[in-house]
């Protein structure tokens, strides 16, 4: 039986720890939702459907997470390879790997590559060249978060039905959405220009704390229930795909702030 790791959250599940509720649209049919956290910005990227697959726009130097959403009443063994490489075991992925164990509904956010139980480095978009996967010698799959979902053997039904929706997870973008839907092309009738270099990478990022504890999962099937995957690169590229984006504040944009003084200024002169 493979080693398997228990994000601790599940714990505060049980302690009465309100997960965040299941979206309407999903990544992919199944029990596990897929989203891309970017940390410094406190925000849920945005999702934009194009030719067959799912695009989100990262920001060089920012750390991300995964968020991970069991919108099911069952425990689910999560495989999760970032950039074709097993985020837990450093291996090159593939779906029969250890993973990540979720409760029945919960919700977790994964911040980086696991060094130990206790420990990640941060998952941070970078150039391909400073990308972990680059590193390591394996940079033919940079730009792609992607999760294989199993069901457990047996399984017991811990609730019975879903929360009370709290918490917020990324919707994908109205416009992309619908430009998306109305767009009858399949994926051999693709614009024939060339795709543009991937710009983006998930570098090794600074060590941070984060628990989780081994636990042992029977897989139901040989084969996973859910794949499902994220394409990830800087929002010049997308747009060069001829993606959409929502506007979005620039960095040097100035952010309102409701108390931007400390004191009262005086008035004008007459």
């Known amino acids: 039986m493979k080693r398997l790791l228990l994000p601790l959250l599940s714990i505060a599940l049980l302690a009465g720890f309100t997960p965040v509720a299941p979206e309407r649209s999903r990544v992919e049919r199944g029990p596990v939702e897929l989203t891309l956290v970017d940390r410094d910005r406190d925000d849920a990227l945005p999702r934009y459907r194009h030719d067959g697959q799912y695009w ?42 250890t993973g990540y164990v979720l409760a029945p509904w919960q919700s977790t956010d994964i911040t980086g590559w696991r060094k130990s139980n206790d420990e990640v480095a941060q998952f941070v978009f970078s150039s391909p060249r400073d990308s972990y996967a680059q590193r390591t010698g394996r940079g033919e ?32 973008a109205s416009r992309a959405e619908a430009a998306a839907d109305s767009s009858t092309r399949s994926m051999a009738e693709m614009s024939s220009a060339p795709a ?68 009262v200024a005086d008035p004008p002169r007459r």
Do not use: C, M
């Not at 750390?63 to 090159?92: F, K, M, Q």
């Open 56 to 97: 989100v726009a990262g920001e060089r130097g920012h750390r991300y997470a995964v968020r991970l959403h069991n919108a099911s009443p069952e425990r689910v063994l999560v495989v999760l390879s970032v950039d074709g490489i097993n985020a837990v075991s450093g291996e090159s992925a593939t779906p029969d790997q």
């Open 141 to 172: 799959d940079l730009g792609v978060v992607g999760i294989a979902v199993f069901g457990e053997k047996r399984a017991v039904r811990w609730l019975p039905g879903p929360p009370t929706p709290r918490g917020r997870i990324a919707k994908p």
């Open 196 to 263: 543009p270099a991937q710009r983006l990478g998930t570098a090794h990022g600074d060590r941070e704390f984060s628990s989780v504890r081994d636990t042992s999962f029977e897989r139901a099937t040989a084969q996973p229930v859910q794949i499902s995957q994220l394409r990830y690169d800087s929002a010049r590229n997308l747009r060069a795909r001829g993606i959409v984006l929502e506007d979005r504040a620039s960095d040097g944009d100035r952010i309102p702030q409701a108390f931007p003084q400390r004191f």
